[in-house]
C-alpha cells in the first residue's frame, strides 16, 4: 500500500507560479511512475505530467508544455510539479498518483492517488 500526500496549492495570480509536492509513504518508491493529474468542476480528471521511476523519462500534456517541470527526489520520497506562468484555466484540484512499473498518461493507468490540493490561478 501506498500512501501519497499533496501539498503546495493555493490561489496565485496569472502569470505567477508554484510548486506543488508530494510526498510517497512506498519504501521502494524508486521504483514507482509518479503522474499528476487534474480535474476541474464538472471535468474529467486529466493528466498533466508524469516521470518514470528512474526519472528519466517524462511526458507533458501539450496544455502544459513548457510551462510546468515534473521532477523526483527518490532519496526523499517525493515528486515535484513546478508550475510557471499560470493561466486562470489551470484551475483545478491537483492529484499525484503513483503505479510501480511503467508510466502511464491515463488515470487508470495508476493505483495509487493523493487526497488533491487545490490551485486557483485569478484573472
Same mark, same amino acid.
Given at each position: 500500500?501506498?500512501? @501519497? =500526500?499533496?501539498?503546495?496549492?493555493?490561489?496565485?495570480?496569472?502569470?505567477?507560479? @508554484? /510548486? @506543488?509536492? !508530494?510526498?510517497?509513504?512506498?519504501?521502494?518508491?524508486?521504483?514507482? #511512475?509518479?503522474?499528476?493529474?487534474?480535474?476541474?468542476?464538472? $471535468? &474529467?480528471?486529466?493528466?498533466? #505530467? %508524469?516521470?518514470?521511476?528512474?526519472?528519466?523519462?517524462?511526458?507533458? #500534456?501539450?496544455?502544459? $508544455?513548457? /510551462?510546468?517541470?515534473?521532477? /523526483?527526489?527518490? #532519496? $526523499?520520497?517525493? =515528486? *515535484?510539479?513546478?508550475?510557471?506562468? @499560470?493561466?486562470?484555466?489551470?484551475?483545478? =484540484?491537483?492529484? !499525484? %498518483?503513483?503505479?510501480?512499473?511503467?508510466?502511464?498518461?491515463?488515470?487508470? &493507468? *495508476?493505483? *495509487?492517488?493523493?487526497?488533491?490540493?487545490?490551485?486557483?490561478?485569478?484573472?
Amino acid at each position: 500500500q501506498v500512501q @501519497l =500526500v499533496e501539498s503546495g496549492g493555493g490561489l496565485v495570480q496569472a502569470g505567477g507560479s @508554484l /510548486r @506543488l509536492s !508530494c510526498a510517497a509513504s512506498a519504501r521502494t518508491f524508486g521504483s514507482y #511512475a509518479m503522474g499528476w493529474f487534474r480535474q476541474a468542476p464538472g $471535468k &474529467e480528471r486529466e493528466f498533466v #505530467a %508524469a516521470t518514470s521511476w528512474k526519472d528519466i523519462n517524462t511526458y507533458y #500534456a501539450d496544455s502544459v $508544455k513548457g /510551462r510546468f517541470t515534473i521532477s /523526483r527526489d527518490n #532519496a $526523499k520520497n517525493t =515528486v *515535484y510539479l513546478q508550475m510557471n506562468s @499560470l493561466k486562470p484555466e489551470d484551475t483545478a =484540484v491537483y492529484y !499525484c %498518483a503513483a503505479v510501480q512499473g511503467r508510466v502511464g498518461v491515463r488515470p487508470h &493507468e *495508476y493505483d *495509487y492517488w493523493g487526497q488533491g490540493t487545490q490551485v486557483t490561478v485569478s484573472s
